[in-house]
């Protein structure tokens, strides 16, 4: 019977589940992990209950840093092999793909153990210092992911409009001209689904996602 790291009286079982006469009165008695989910005796204090809550978010959030970087580790080691030894897992491969994409954005030292995997992903697609910014937001007013997806979101269409109201169209750019200029630009399929899944993380579309990325990257170059 081995013990697993979320809490001290959690235990893994795979053998039948025990007797009646086998359970023991609490503080004692084991919360079963019988391979589908979690049993509790009946006698649960609320405190407890509530620190198997919190140690099973963490167990979550430590389990997609892993998945990321045991991709990012078999796709340079084992390039060619990794992705047939993945279908002999029960892993989704565009899972682990978006996992992957957050953990190269977030080298091992610049993630923050006070908030979530969900967190750091919300933020990726944008600038390092970007990145660091809304975290530290995060952490000081406790945002729940769906509060930082919707402050990032704010500022990005604030930003958007604030650009075009101060870089208004001349007489020439004001004449009618073509609505859209065709751009074609050949990536590789993992590198299409970095894009994809930075796009979505932004709420926007891939097509929108490149045209910002590109105006904010020709805008940083005339600048330096």
């Not at 006698?43 to 140690?55: A, D, E, K």
């Not at 957050?102 to 153990?113: I, K, L, Q, S, T």
Request: hydrophobic residues 40%.
């Amino acid at each position: 019977m081995a013990r697993l790291p979320l809490a001290q009286n959690v235990v893994e079982r795979s053998a039948p589940m025990p007797s009646a006469r086998s359970v023991r009165a609490w503080p004692d008695d084991p919360i079963v992990v019988p391979g589908r989910g979690l049993q509790f005796p009946q006698q649960l204090p609320f405190q407890r209950w509530l620190s198997i809550g919190r140690q099973l978010s963490e167990v979550c959030t430590s389990s997609a840093w892993c998945l990321g970087d045991w991709l990012i580790f078999g796709e340079t080691r084992y390039n060619g092999r990794y992705r047939d030894a993945i279908e002999q897992t029960s892993l989704d491969y565009q899972t682990l793909r978006n996992y992957a994409w957050v953990a190269r954005r977030f080298p091992f030292p610049r993630r923050r153990g006070a908030v979530s995997f969900g967190h750091h992903a919300e933020v990726a697609a944008l600038p390092d210092a970007e990145q660091d910014f809304w975290l530290r937001k995060t952490e000081e007013f406790g945002w729940s992911v769906k509060q930082l997806r919707y402050e990032v979101r704010a500022s990005l269409k604030e930003r958007l409009v604030s650009d075009d109201s101060q870089n208004p169209p001349d007489a020439d750019e004001r004449q009618p001209r073509p609505s859209a200029v065709r751009l074609s630009i050949n990536v590789s399929s993992s590198q299409l689904d970095d894009c994809r899944a930075a796009a979505q993380r932004a709420g926007l579309s891939v097509d929108e996602w490149i045209v910002l990325v590109l105006k904010q990257a020709a805008r940083r170059a005339l600048v330096s």
